[in-house]
């Protein structure tokens, strides 16, 4: 790292003497003939060592020296004294000077004092590197814990989850079997239907927790809107289908093309359909259920909007909805699912927000920018 020095005093003489020495010991040397002067250099330079004389006209040597300190503490200041100065020159250690030196002036002094000085700076920059990577490894073991802590709930929740999976896989088994031994059709069928369920849950979390593992960057990709909300729609009404809920579509005037992750704005959405789906399900006053979905856009956004008539959510859950392994499904959920499709969303720029009232059913909308965030 090069040396630097601002060098200042109102004798050109010295500063031509001194100048050449300091140049000879390897300093980049700034030179200045009055303290107004040295502000300026220094406020360009930040020279991290003074070398000035203690009288001149204007802003002397003890001024220059309160206002260097004040802009910054760190700088290292020799005063430079003639005989008749010594109470200046022991006075300007009040204001933080590091050292001060005689006329006239006897170089071999004056080089035991740099070097001392040298020696003081670079301590500080190795306590203040020392004390960087001691914030980052306390940081880094911060996040680990963080981590750790999370992989426990997480291992926790997916365990609990996936016993529940696995015990419905077994009865679905078992039906196809026993309808099997007697030629019971109707028996086989609902049995390989739940094992079907079964596996798609299995699927999902898997998915949940590989994206929660390692959070890949996005492959942006130019769309046509109107066919990746059609898209979207067939996917999730082949799902719904099977427990009677109406799918109502709203987005037929859509136009235009926009850049999105289309893998991971489905799974997103899908995530958002299949609690709208279980919210349905669970709500046992209503006797038909409905799941609308609605997509608009304006010039710099897309909009989607997820809305059902199921059990609607009170206002801890919707506060916690988003929330890492929160889940209000029981065994049947991991909490991964709405925080992933939350992540997915902020990765593109774009936020989701819920409206949900006890009874009535819940609302979820979703704006992401047309064009790659920066």
Known sequence: MEKQILLVDDEEDIRDVLGVYLKDQGYKVFMAGNGEEALKIFAE????????????????GIELLKRIKQDNPDTEFIMITGHGDMDLAIASFHDQAADFITKPINVNILDISLKKLQEKIKGRRQLREYTENLERLIKEKSELQSHLSSLGLMIGSVSHGIKGLLTGLDGGMYMVESGFSKSNTAQIDEGW??????????RKMVLDILYYAKERNLNWEKVEVLSFAREVADIMERKISSHGIELIR???KLSGNCKIDTGYINSALINIFENAVDACINDKLKEKHQISFKMSQDKDNIYFEVSDNGIGMDRETRDKLFTLFFSSKGSKGTGLGLFISNKIIEQHGGSIKVFSTPGQGSKFTINIPKLMPS
Not at 193 to 202: E, Q, S
């Open 45 to 60: 330079h930040k020279a991290p060592i003074v070398l000035s004389d203690i009288k001149m006209p204007g802003i002397d």
């Open 193 to 202: 239907t739940i094992v079907k369920l079964m596996v798609d849950r299995i």
């Open 250 to 252: 709203d987005f037929n």
